[in-house]
């Protein structure tokens, strides 16, 4: 056993007097040098088509295949001579003007799910596409690393599978405030409080007790610690940028919290896609913009990283819809500010070579920018969290 | 029978017993109880909403032979989207009233064991139906009446499998999830048996249909044998395995008697099972055997959200005004009725537990049923202050979760029962000591407030 799941352990069984104080002091030590490093990952839930987010508007397969959905020069902004955004992702052409985004394109996995929940799953459990996995990379992530289930807070009111790991769970919450007061109580403090003998069984019921004990000192902490800290930056008024101001709150308070989980839904365009698109791309736009000059004027934003990633890209040809079905590889937007790598990480996915179902063929393994992402930001070891050793991309 | 015993029983078949019926069993024999059980779950009663709209819209297309145009496909998942938000209530509500206690349990086991999703009301609403019907019968005609279901062939692919391009997500979850579990078959059954899937479909009535055309007539070998198989051949020679049996005993065991399995306890069910896959025997066989009732198997399981607010349902009925709030609230308790995580099914024990699920099922009993509050007077006073507390807390959370409770029908079926011995009705097993010693610092001020106070407990978690 090494020595940090023995201390977790044995604090866990509360034999805290059996382990010599300097150990702890060490532990301490060691868990503070680890840096205030910080990810928030943005989930685009539906299947972003990411061929109408970054355009490769010098190619006339993508115009013969897009007849109408296809973007003209008038709706994009150019990144350079045949890539551009789309323009209602303006404000992140600002901060990718400043150095601060990386984009990696073609990013997917082998023997791709076009559906929604499976490729969800295999994204969020960094699993092969034929494996079922029950624990998220997030989540095991915490088993290994976490000190407590607030190192990593999802903001909404359910735990993704990416937040739960083998042993222990993230926290979600959409308002600290509201979850403090469903844990408050005075009937419930009350028990708490009574609970003299912390030699809590390991049965079924000892594990309710612990979970409750640890909300409740989880819901405490996050809620008394950022309470103080108003955000005076504007965000757009909408749920997401709602999100994002309250992840920038618990951030700007400096809670104990190493990953930040967001999401933004509604990208499954089957339908008329154009227009759909263009208010969810703004709308996520405008409030990493305001979520970035935020950390900035807090001078947090260079310990945070965030990534943003969809489950699936779309078909390269449009349906007959005026939108696009479920298609396979996509592009995943890294944001932070010493990035290596800055703009265009790697080209385009070619849109000739396809695969049978007319589909992109991945190059980047989405679990290489994971393994970055953990050794090199988090720094922890990757192969413990992801199962596996991948090979590590070069943008931080 | 003895009173814990027979509670421990109702616990693990249903979602516990009223004293009231709990006293009208209470001086028949075991064996007496658990046949009574079976015999009053013989009978299926099919769980249907009203979906004649939808049928009448394939009726005509059918009839006419014209195919499905966008507009009416976005029409039809309009109404099937409301369509199965009433039927996730009606299974809610089907469970908490059911006379056939025992067959609504298994169908609620089944579906976390053939797990399936579809946006068609039509094709989920029959699946669930087929689980329901085949829940104590033959497991051997269960899988194969599965494999043609039209949800599952949509789900698992089946539907896309044909002769030039087997498609083998069936075929290995049959193996894997459905009958042997992970490692006792190779990766080349899983590709002979995907060929003898074929030709597998359905219309949109949802009926089966075998096109022929598709399927692969010729030779497959699987587990040593070789043939022109078909599906059923696959699942006949699937059911050969005595691992089969102890795959689903392993599983059963787990559900309705211990997270932890013994060894000896399964082999004996794997006896019984294994001879004709007779499921209803098994389940006899289960709760007459003495083991079920040891002292460490009574009390030892966590809740799943479904047996926590089906429970609560059953003790103190409870109607949401809103039918959204109940599927909003087995959302946030992590098990939503009809839409599975995946086809792995929802891994249930601890697992159902994270923070935020602990606080929620703390609170909810509260919330619910008693305008969010809970009574914590000291003995000896007089909770004075309750009623204007209650209007006010009703005010506050209201809003969030309304409902009207029937709290008579609790009170009616609680009248002969002691305010000391609520305890042992409400829970399964004993109270923490600390939190027993704060209880019972509180004044006892009624039955309805005491409920609360123990429902608001850890210990309410655990069946």
């Known amino acids: ?396 | 029978m003895k009173a814990n015993h027979i509670q421990h029983l109702y616990r693990r078949v249903g979602f516990g017993i009223l004293p009231t019926a709990l006293q009208n069993v209470s001086t028949k024999s075991k064996k007496q109880i658990v046949d009574d059980l079976i015999k009053a779950s013989k009978d299926s009663t099919k769980l249907e909403v009203d979906i004649s709209e939808i049928k009448d819209i394939v009726g005509g297309l059918m009839m006419s032979g014209s195919k499905l145009d966008a507009d009416t496909r976005r029409k039809i998942q309009k109404i099937s989207r409301q369509k199965q938000l009433e039927l996730n209530v009606s299974w809610i509500n089907r469970l908490a009233n059911s006379s056939e206690v025992l067959r609504e349990k298994m169908t609620l086991f089944w579906a976390n064991h053939f797990v399936c999703e579809d946006n068609s009301i039509v094709y989920i609403q029959q699946f669930n139906n087929t689980l329901r019907e085949h829940a104590l019968g033959n497991f051997g005609d269960f899988v194969k009446a599965i494999s043609k279901e039209a949800a599952m062939t949509k789900y698992l692919n089946t539907k896309q499998n044909r002769k030039q391009k087997p498609n083998e997500n069936f075929a290995r979850e049959l193996m894997e999830l459905f009958t042997l579990g992970e490692g006792h078959y190779t990766e080349e059954d899983i590709k002979e048996s995907a060929r003898a899937f074929t030709g597998y479909s359905h219309n949109l009535r949802g009926e089966f249909v075998f096109r022929k055309r598709q399927h692969d007539y010729t030779d497959k070998t699987f587990f040593e044998k070789t043939g022109n198989f078909t599906g059923e051949d696959v699942i006949d020679i699937i059911l050969e395995k005595r691992q089969c049996a102890k795959y689903i005993c392993t599983k059963i065991y787990r559900y309705f008697v211990n997270d932890a399995v013994s060894e000896t306890h399964v082999n004996e069910m794997t006896d019984i099972f294994f001879k004709d896959y007779n499921i209803e025997n098994l389940m006899q066989f289960v709760f007459t055997s003495n083991w079920f009732y040891d002292e460490k198997n009574i009390g030892s399981k966590i809740k799943s959200p479904v047996e926590f607010l089906v429970g609560l349902k059953y003790t103190v009925p409870v109607m949401f005004k809103n039918s959204r709030q109940v599927l909003q609230i087995q959302r946030l308790l992590g098990q939503t009725l009809l839409d599975p995580p995946n086809v792995a099914g929802w891994k249930g024990g601890r697992n159902w537990i994270d923070s935020n699920t602990i606080v929620l099922r703390l609170k909810l009993p509260s919330l619910l049923l008693n305008n969010a509050y809970i009574s914590n007077v000291k003995n000896g006073n007089e909770d004075g202050f309750m009623d204007t507390n209650k209007e006010e807390f009703k005010k506050k959370y209201g809003r969030r979760f309304n409902t009207e409770t029937d709290w008579n029908y609790f009170e009616k079926h609680f009248k002969n029962v002691l305010l000391q011995d609520m305890d042992s009705h409400i829970l399964a097993c004993p109270v923490n000591e600390d939190a027993k010693t704060y209880l019972q610092s509180l004044a006892k001020v009624s039955k309805q407030e005491y409920c609360i106070q123990l429902m608001s407990l850890p210990e309410y978690q655990m069946c």
């Open chain 1, 1 to 396: 056993m090494d020595r940090r799941k023995f201390l977790k352990q044995s604090s866990l069984a509360s034999s805290l007097f059996f382990v010599p104080s300097f150990v702890r002091a060490f532990e301490e030590v060691a868990a503070n040098k680890l840096g205030y490093k910080r990810l928030v990952i943005i989930q685009l839930s539906g299947g972003n088509d990411g061929l109408n987010t970054v355009v490769p508007f010098r190619n006339d397969l993508y115009y013969k295949e897009r007849p109408t959905i296809g973007l003209a020069q008038n709706d994009i902004i150019k990144l350079n001579d045949e890539v551009g955004l789309n323009a209602s992702l303006a404000p992140l052409k600002r901060l990718y003007d400043k150095g601060y985004v990386s984009i990696i394109n073609n990013v997917g996995y082998p023997n791709p799910i076009r559906s929604h929940f499976r490729s969800m799953d295999i994204w969020q459990t960094a699993s092969d596409s034929n494996q079922y996995s029950q624990s998220g990379w997030i989540g095991r992530y915490l088993d290994t690393y976490g000190k407590d289930p607030h190192s990593a807070i999802e903001i909404d009111d359910s735990l993704s599978l990416a937040m739960k790991g083998e042993r222990m769970n993230a926290i979600a919450t959409k308002d600290p405030k509201i979850m403090y007061n469903l844990s408050k109580g005075p009937y419930l403090k009350n028990i708490n409080k009574h609970l003299k003998d912390k030699h809590l069984s390991e049965h079924n019921l000892g594990y309710l007790y612990k979970s409750m004990i640890a909300a409740e000192s989880s819901a405490k902490y996050i809620y008394e610690t950022s309470k103080t800290v108003t955000s005076k930056k504007e965000y757009p008024k909408n749920k997401f940028g709602k999100q994002m101001k309250t992840t920038a709150q618990l951030i700007n308070s400096h809670v104990q919290t190493k990953v930040y989980y967001t999401s933004l839904g509604g990208f499954d365009t089957h339908v008329n896609q154009k227009a759909t698109q263009k208010r969810l791309l703004n709308m996520y736009a405008e409030s990493v913009e305001a979520f970035v000059e935020d950390l900035k004027a807090n001078n947090t934003f260079k310990d945070t990283l965030i990534l943003t990633f969809s489950e699936f890209g779309r078909r390269v040809k449009q349906n007959a819809s005026v939108g696009t079905d479920h298609g396979t590889a996509n592009n995943v937007f890294i944001i932070g500010e010493n990035l290596k790598s800055q703009g265009l990480y790697n080209n385009m996915a070619s849109l000739s070579d396809l695969d049978d179902n007319g589909d992109l063929k991945f190059e980047i393994d989405f679990r290489t920018i994971y393994a970055t992402v953990l050794d090199k930001w988090l720094e922890v070891d990757d192969k413990k969290v992801l199962n596996k050793s991948f090979s590590q991309l070069n943008f931080i």
